[in-house]
């Protein structure tokens, strides 16, 4: 399965090099899920981020489907 990766904001600093480039193709043997994907393949150890997966927020239990394109945004914050 291939997956395309967009990583936005200050995530870019703590994912793998890789995915500081945009877009990364992310190839897995097995269906991935949100959270799988952005705890054991990009490395981010909090799930506070905002995934966006063909224009729509998903939860971290989305699974995501072949040729997904998906994007991943820094939590917003303000006052």
Known sequence: MRYHIYVHGFLKNVVPPRF???PVSLESDAPLTVYKMLT???GIKT???TVL???KIVSSEY???DGDEVHIYSPI???
């Open 63 to 65: 699974a995501l489907q």
């Open 77 to 79: 914050a303000g006052g």
């Open 20 to 22: 500081r480039r945009r």
């Open 53 to 55: 997966v063909k224009g």
């Open 40 to 42: 054991a393949m990009l």
């Open 47 to 49: 799930l506070d981020a």
